[in-house]
């Protein structure tokens, strides 16, 4: 089993910078792929940044050049740093890593950003 833990969330006014941390513990042999999406009221889950398993990094759309994710191996961590947030970044932050062939999800991190 593999547990992820989030953290980092908080409230932001606009304009303003936060970094979300996630770890992952437990039996893990090997990970293939880590990252960041989010889920913010009435909406589907969409992803914000990731690390896939080809070996390339991609980010949502309304994110790039504010967001920047970056990972420590040694550690099973993967970090996401906001700058320039926005309202619209209101969220919940979910990490997810692809563990031996299976996905695990965090439960969340709430980030809102205040206008």
């Known amino acids: 089993q593999v547990q992820l833990v989030e953290s980092g969330g908080g409230v932001v006014q606009a304009g303003g910078s936060l970094r979300l941390s996630c770890a992952a513990s437990?039996?893990?042999?090997?990970?293939?792929?880590m990252g960041w999406y989010r889920q913010a009221p009435g909406k589907q889950r969409e992803l914000v940044a990731a690390?896939?398993?080809?070996?390339?990094?991609k980010f949502g759309d309304s994110v790039k050049g504010r967001f920047t994710i970056s990972r420590n191996n040694a550690k099973n961590m993967v970090y996401l740093e906001m700058n320039n947030l926005k309202p619209e970044d209101t969220a919940v932050y979910y990490c997810?890593?692809?563990?031996?062939?299976?996905?695990?999800w965090g439960e969340g991190t709430l980030v809102t950003v205040s206008s």
């Open positions: 997810h890593f692809l563990v031996d062939l299976m996905g695990y």
């Open positions: 437990g039996s893990i042999l090997s990970i293939a792929a």
């Open positions: 690390f896939t398993a080809g070996g390339n990094t």
